[in-house]
T-cell receptor, first 113, second 114 residues
Framework: QQQVKQSPQSLIVQKGGISIINCAYE??????FPWYQQFPGKGPALLIA?????SEKKEGRFTISFNKSAKQFSLHIMDSQPGDSATYFC????????????FGKGTTLSVSS | DTGVSQDPRHKITKRGQNVTFRCDPI?????LYWYRQTLGQGPEFLTY????????KSRLLSDRFSAERPKGSFSTLEIQRTEQGDSAMYLC????????????FGSGTQLSVL
């Protein structure tokens, strides 16, 4: 119940295409769902986040779609660029202040030029 | 704001030796987290401090692991009697009061136990 399941494990997208990464969870006590981006040799960096009372959030080329009834959320990267090539992690947090994030296993995205 | 700093970046040690890592969080951040990341996996939570108090520890944090944040500023993570299974990237993150949701990660310490 504490897991966040992420798919696919890897993804190859042409430059200009749409990258879609999916995550699913079981615990309805999760109340915050961020996506992190990690480049080799660096720590993860927050990309975009959503709360379950919102179905969609958009920041630039990045959009989170959230389906509360299905307990699923996804990251969409529009107009994917080679610079977007990185590992992406979804995460979730229990509704307690300060409680740590639970991360998915990651998706390695390669955007070909 | 120089970001979260971790030292050393890499550590190679022999099985059975003790190692200590240091994390300097962003100066105004009162919350500090330690995570462990192995190849092909997401970060796994180890422990969390609010100021100098260690408020939460994962079951992953065995008796050989100890973390401190003595003055509510920098933190150390010590692993005693290292095992090959301890080989991983150890990540530190910090967040500010009221913004606990946004974690800022350091670049990590890569530990290799031979």
């Amino acid at each position: 119940q504490q897991q966040v399941k992420q798919s696919p494990q890897s993804l190859i997208v042409q430059k200009g295409g749409i990258s879609i990464i999916n995550c699913a969870y079981e615990n309805t006590a999760f109340d915050y769902f961020p996506w992190y981006q990690q480049f080799p040799g660096k720590g993860p960096a927050l990309l975009i986040a959503i709360r379950p009372d919102v179905s969609e959030k958009k920041e630039g080329r990045f959009t989170i779609s959230f389906n509360k009834s299905a307990k699923q959320f996804s990251l969409h990267i529009m107009d994917s660029q080679p610079g977007d090539s990185a590992t992406y992690f979804c995460a979730a947090r229990l509704n307690q202040a300060g409680t740590a994030l639970i991360f998915g296993k990651g998706t390695t995205l390669s955007v070909s030029s | 704001d120089t970001g979260v700093s971790q030292d050393p970046r890499h550590k190679i040690t022999k099985r059975g030796q003790n190692v200590t890592f240091r994390c300097d969080p962003i100066s105004e951040h009162n919350r500090l987290y330690w995570y462990r990341q192995t190849l092909g996996q997401g970060p796994e939570f180890l422990t969390y401090f609010q100021n100098e108090a260690q408020l939460e520890k994962s079951r992953l944090l065995s008796d050989r692991f100890s973390a401190e944040r003595p003055k509510g500023s920098f933190s150390t993570l010590e692993i005693q009697r290292t095992e090959q299974g301890d080989s991983a990237m150890y990540l530190c993150a910090s967040s500010r009061r009221g913004g606990a949701e946004k974690l800022f990660f350091g670049s990590g310490t890569q530990l290799s136990v031979l």
